[in-house]
């Protein structure tokens, strides 16, 4: 399950979510394969790291504890992917090599935070 919202989070920040045109102040849908990774490596972990999301509401880790993670993570899974990205980025593709990124994200946090991962019954807060 949380592959999912994580994928679903991955998708509507790094595909959806237009970047700027240099030459032009508009939008664009498509994006190259390194405006893709550029703009999740700086997006990603401010977004997995925010006060309410899962991986600061399901582990005892401070923003900084877990920024300063899920930058290393990300930048791993994207080496893994980007020999396989296509030429150019669209939602579809998008969606898809989000999905995998965000699993490689979530498998290697859960992994490296095992530890701190707050039990059901606990009633701790994030840091």
Known sequence: MMQYIIGALLWSLCVISPIANADQDHLVS???PQQ????????LPVKLCSI?????????????????LTHLLCQACLNNV????????????????GGLTARCIDDLYHKFYASRKISPTTNATPL
């Open 52 to 68: 309410d999301s899962v991986f600061r509401t399901e582990f005892t880790v401070s923003e900084s504890e877990c920024l300063e």
């Open 82 to 97: 980007e020999p396989q990205l296509p030429a150019s980025i669209s939602a579809a593709s998008g969606k898809k090599w």
């Open 30 to 32: 498509q994006n190259s």
């Open 36 to 43: 893709w990774i550029e703009h999740m490596q700086t997006a």
